[in-house]
Structures are given as structure tokens and as C-alpha cells.
């Protein structure tokens, strides 16, 4: 079965350190994986895939199949970041989404 | 372009009564995806559906739960005889394929159940 696992439910930065929110997957084909972002107040909505290979909001994720890691990261930390982050993985041939837990990034000033 | 309306935001039922919860989804989306966040938990998939078809509930409890996307209106999330367990967020999503990269999804706001 298809798993996402985010072992931090919490992760508290200071402004303008260095960020990253562990994700782990567990598939044995080839998965889409996905970080999806929900800032207070506001809708869940995509925050980068791995596909695209961009770099959203200076965040970046690398797919590491070795590992099965699709860990989210940013070099500077702003308070603006803070919000819950989910990643999410899509099966090969799948038509659903299985996220992780969660982890909420708070940045303090 | 609205997004994906869900209503109502908060609703509250007493055990054994029914839940209703309604998603309608962004203009020209025709595929559904409704999603359960327990307390402390992640999301979970519970079904997908297209218009008039489930295509996927997988994640749907055998019983008390049944999901609809009639041909017009909204996609409705049916809950019955509701128990304290029930108790969540109820996310829907929509996207205007099968969802994956090129697709992804659009949430709504949530439906906040408490079952007293």
C-alpha cells in the first residue's frame, strides 16, 4: 500500500534559517509527488511538484528514489512561510492523492 | 472563477442524526475528490467521483456513507445515523481531469462536522 510519512508535526524556525520538512514515501512504482501548502485562514492549494522541477516561493523538493524522500526545502525562512505543509504522493496509474500527517512550519521572528 | 464551494462551513449533529454535506466544484472541474481529516491525522482519500459515476471509494466506510455527483447540482457527502467518530473535516477537491501533475487539485474550504 501506498504510504506518505512526515515525522515532524511541528518544525519551528527562526527568520532566515534554513528549512526542510521531511517527507518519506513508500511505493514500488513510479509516484508523482506533490507538496501542498494551507496558510491560516486560507484553502489547501499546490505548492510544487516534482515533475515540474521548479521553484515556488524559493522552495525546491528533489525526488530521491534511493532514499524514497521527497523532503521540501528553503534556504532563508520567512514568517510568511509559516503554514501547515502536506506532501502528497500520486500513484503511477492512480487517480487519488495519499497525503502525509502534515507538519506545521512556524517562523518566529 | 469561485473555486470550490462547500457548505455549510461548520455543521453540527446530534448522534444518530444524518450529515449532509455539499461541494461544488470549480467551473468546468467534472471530477470530485472528497477527503476526511481526523483530529491530529492527515488527509484522507474517501472517494472519487465524475458526473453521475463513482469512480473510486476506496476510502469510504462500508456503511452509513454514500457520495453522489448528479448530472446537475453539486456533489453531496451523506453521512447516516452520524456517531461521535464521525466527528472531522470534511475536504472536497475538484480538478478538471483525473488528477496528477498536469492536474492538480483545487480544494475547498472544508466542511467541519461535530457530532455531539
Known amino acids: 500500500a501506498q504510504r506518505v510519512t512526515q515525522p515532524e508535526k511541528l518544525l519551528s524556525v527562526f527568520k532566515g534559517a534554513p528549512v526542510e520538512l521531511k517527507c518519506n514515501y513508500s511505493?514500488?512504482?513510479?509516484?508523482?509527488l506533490f507538496w501542498y501548502v494551507q496558510y491560516s485562514r486560507q484553502r489547501l492549494q499546490l505548492l510544487l511538484r516534482?515533475?515540474s522541477r521548479e521553484s515556488i516561493k524559493g522552495f525546491t523538493a528533489d525526488l530521491n528514489k534511493g532514499e524514497t524522500s521527497f523532503h521540501l526545502k528553503k534556504p532563508f525562512a520567512q514568517e510568511e512561510d509559516s503554514a501547515m505543509y502536506y506532501c502528497?504522493?500520486?500513484?503511477?496509474?492512480?487517480?487519488?492523492?495519499?497525503f502525509g500527517a502534515g507538519t506545521i512550519l512556524r517562523v518566529k521572528s | 472563477n469561485a473555486g470550490v464551494m462547500q457548505n455549510p462551513r461548520h455543521l453540527v449533529r446530534r448522534r444518530g442524526q444524518e450529515a449532509r454535506l455539499r461541494c461544488s466544484p470549480m467551473?468546468?472541474?467534472?471530477?470530485v475528490y472528497w477527503y476526511r481529516q481526523l483530529p491530529e491525522e492527515g488527509l484522507k482519500f474517501m472517494v472519487y467521483?465524475?458526473?453521475?459515476?463513482?469512480?473510486?471509494e476506496s476510502g469510504m466506510p462500508k456503511e452509513r456513507f454514500s457520495a453522489e455527483f448528479p448530472k446537475e447540482g453539486p456533489s453531496i457527502l451523506r453521512i447516516q445515523q452520524v456517531v461521535r467518530g464521525d466527528s472531522a473535516a470534511y475536504f472536497c477537491?475538484?480538478?478538471?481531469?483525473?488528477?496528477?501533475?498536469?492536474?492538480?487539485?483545487?480544494f475547498g474550504n472544508g466542511t467541519r462536522l461535530t457530532v455531539t
Open positions: 511505493y514500488s512504482g513510479s509516484p508523482e
Open positions: 467521483l465524475q458526473k453521475e459515476n463513482i469512480i473510486d
Open positions: 477537491a475538484s480538478s478538471p481531469r483525473q488528477a496528477g501533475g498536469d492536474s492538480p487539485l483545487h
Open positions: 502528497a504522493l500520486e500513484r503511477e496509474y492512480g487517480n487519488k492523492l495519499v
Open positions: 516534482h515533475i
Open positions: 467551473k468546468g472541474h467534472s471530477h
